[in-house]
């Protein structure tokens, strides 16, 4: 999935010259937490709620009139950006990485879009199918590739069709985890013939009859 599918093409932006106390009220009534600066459509700068209340919240301390003052002289200028091509995945690993809560989009030198924190979890529900009535199923299997090829062909036999499908890495060595969530919500037949081929079935846990 690419980040132009899933970024906000309508954020919040303002200009260098908008005053603190504008940008203030823009925050507390529209409730974003980022707002990208701009001059002609070019992304120059980024503030966050957070910065902007603490701002604010010094300014009120040391009695500084914040109509007199812009956002330009506080925004941040070193921004890491993404582009609308970029996969959800990169971009997830780097605001991981770099503890942020948010990526302008950038495309030519124009700000396109914004993707945020809330923006990757939004995706990654739709991404698991968790959202739709289904049912998890796990299970722990030798490193090879025929296997997920096998218990595919077990859900198809059963007419079963795949939400999602994930692979991690198992705690024990030279095996895999296959997560895959199945539109049903009994999951019990074709756990059953999944264990008689002789895989280790996680989850869900049924007892042994």
């Known amino acids: 999935m690419l980040v132009e599918q899933i970024m906000n093409r309508n954020a919040v932006t303002v200009t260098p010259t908008t005053p603190i106390k504008e940008v203030f009220e823009i925050v507390k009534h529209t409730r974003v937490h980022h707002i990208p600066i701009t001059t002609n459509g070019k992304l120059i700068g980024l503030i966050t709620a957070r910065h902007l209340r603490q701002h604010c919240t010094l300014a009120a301390t040391e009695g500084n009139d914040l109509n007199q003052r ?15 091509l970029d996969f959800v995945e990169d971009v997830a690993l780097v605001m991981y990485q770099m503890h942020i809560g948010c990526l302008p989009v950038v495309q030519q030198g124009q700000f396109v879009g914004l993707v945020t924190e809330r923006d990757i979890m939004r995706t990654l529900i739709e991404m698991t199918g968790i959202s739709h009535p289904s049912s998890q199923i796990e299970v722990e299997v030798e490193n090879q590739v025929e296997n997920l090829a096998k218990i595919v062909q077990i859900f198809k036999d ?22 895959f969530r199945v539109e049903t919500i009994d999951p019990r037949i074709v756990v059953s013939k999944i264990k008689e081929a002789g895989y280790h079935v996680i989850w869900p846990s049924l007892p042994e009859e």
């Open 158 to 179: 059963h007419q079963l069709n795949i939400s999602s499908a994930f692979i991690y890495p198992s705690t024990v060595p030279n095996k895999k985890m296959l997560v």
């Open 70 to 84: 812009t956002v330009g002289s506080i925004m941040k200028t070193n921004i890491i950006t993404a582009h609308p």
